[in-house]
């Protein structure tokens, strides 16, 4: 009896432990393989094949939004599976874009076109090494969970590669000349290190009743992807870019809010727990 019950504990255990393994092993090798795509977009690149190039970059970034969710979902955050995801990051969002860019159109300039290539990597490196030490910040303040400081490094490879998916969608003439490459790269890589807030779609919240029309959404915009890609993700681009300026005044609301709350607590008679008032100011942050 006892041996069964000791073999059942047994199997048990090594259930347990290859469950554990498959929960980080699944979100890592999605991250490998956004960093396979990445390292493939400098391939095409080379061999002057630029829209794989672009759209290899584009599907690092859709596997790169789905490898943390993948690893909160099944459990399996890990510090390895962090330091993967930020060296892959780097690869696919600020070696490989750079290199695009460069192979593209700035090679022409030379040692200049270099150098703002350069400068773009470097910037989300930047970028990158900020954003993982913030992560060890005890009490980050509560707005912090909606912005990234700065775009964030997916966003701004998309977002250096728009002169090119502007060339493929309206023709050559214009966003293939190296100034236009030369100042949206610099442009973004500032953008990257700045301390500009961005939305970050952590906390995004969709009604019940609007499930439907949301997928509804999704399917028409998978729809015109497929019919007119570059069209569509330069649309996107577009939209992006101008909603940097509206989450800039939704932070800074938000900033007000928090930083007035603890005097609003402060102020209130002693019959009314503080408590209370911190949770009225957090539910109408959140509407």
Known sequence: MFDRMRRRRQRERAKAI??????????????VGALCAGLSGIRFAIDARWEMAVGAIIVAAILDGLDGRMARLLNGTSKFGAE??????FVSFGAAPALIVYLWTLNAWGSVGWVIALGFAVCCALRLAR???ALSDPNPPRWSSHFFMGVPAPAGASLALLPMILTFEAGSGWGDRPI??????????????SRIPTFSGKKLHIPRGWMVPT???????????????????????????LAIPVS???QRRMRAA??????????????????????ERGAADGA
């Open 18 to 31: 290859g469950g554990g393994h498959m929960n980080r092993l699944i979100p890592n090798a999605i991250t």
């Open 84 to 89: 993967l995801d930020s060296l892959s990051d």
């Open 131 to 133: 954003f993982n030490t």
């Open 180 to 193: 236009v490459g030369a100042v949206v790269l610099a442009g973004v890589a500032t953008l990257m290190v």
């Open 215 to 241: 997928l509804a959404a999704v399917g028409v915009f998978f729809a015109m992807l497929a019919s007119a890609p570059w069209a569509t993700l330069l649309v996107l681009g577009i939209a992006y870019m």
């Open 248 to 250: 800039f005044v939704v």
């Open 258 to 279: 928090e930083t007035a709350a603890p005097a609003e607590a402060g102020a209130q008679p002693s019959g009314k727990p503080i408590l209370s008032v911190v949770g």
